[in-house]
């Protein structure tokens, strides 16, 4: 076996180890997916009582559905490398793991979180929210999967970036939303296009932009998180 293949699997094995400690850790205390569970429901229950049965167009129903998603993946997926630090394990995860294990481990915990809690976003808004149609459903999918993964990747490295400081809970969502804002912006227009029923080849920019953040996102985490992860 050549060094290179021992060391991606050494890696693979790292990555997957923890990615299980974290999801283990979570299904022992529900921290997350309770606090998501409630913030969805709660948020979503106070835009129909402020609706009131009342129309709205297509550009507020797309973008409520977002600030649900983006406030709930706030109250969450800030805890991802948090927990460490209030633990005191995060020492011993950087002698155990190489860096960037620890970085996609993580990720991919925040990437199972985060179709969670789209899924049970998308389902609730959907049947509540009167007015709220897709015409256009290969679209929609669209979107909100790479709306979601955008989602995951910048609050994994903004947790990581948060995890030592002393106000991390009002530093989580001042530092999210200039880094989110050209996603939140992108993924709103590209809903109220699926709503109209518009084209994939309509709403291919939208589809670029998604792609280019992601991309963005996940490649400058990867060259930055060992500097952010050991300093």
Not at 75 to 98: D, I, Y
Not at 163 to 185: C, D, E, H, Q, W
Request: aromatic share 12%; net charge neutral; charged share 15%.
């Amino acid at each position: 076996m050549q060094p290179d293949e021992r060391y991606g699997r050494r890696w693979l094995r790292a990555t997957s180890a923890v990615f299980l400690k974290d999801w283990h850790a979570e299904l022992r205390t529900r921290y997350a997916i309770n606090a998501l569970g409630m913030f969805v429901v709660t948020t979503i229950s106070i835009i129909l009582f402020s609706l009131g049965g009342e129309p709205a167009s297509p550009e507020v129903l797309a973008g409520m559905l977002w600030v649900v998603l983006f406030f709930a993946a706030m109250s969450g997926m800030s805890r991802t490398f948090v927990m460490e630090e209030e633990r005191g394990t995060a020492m011993t995860l950087q002698l155990q793991a190489p860096a960037s294990a620890v970085y996609f481990g993580k990720l991919l915990f925040n990437l199972v979180l985060g179709a969670g809690l789209t899924l049970l976003t998308v389902v609730l808004y959907a049947v509540l929210i009167e007015g709220f149609v897709i015409r256009s459903y290969g679209v929609f999918i669209g979107v909100v999967t790479l709306g979601s993964i955008g989602l995951a990747a910048a609050s994994t490295i903004i947790a990581a970036i948060i995890a030592r400081a002393n106000t991390k809970g009002t530093l989580y969502p001042v530092l999210s939303f200039p880094i989110l804002l050209p996603l939140l912006m992108t993924v709103i227009n590209a809903t109220r296009l699926a709503s109209e029923g518009t084209s994939w080849a309509d709403a291919g920019g939208e589809f670029q932009i998604l792609i280019s953040y992601i991309v963005v996102v996940v490649t400058t985490s990867y060259l930055l998180f060992e500097y952010i992860w050991k300093d």
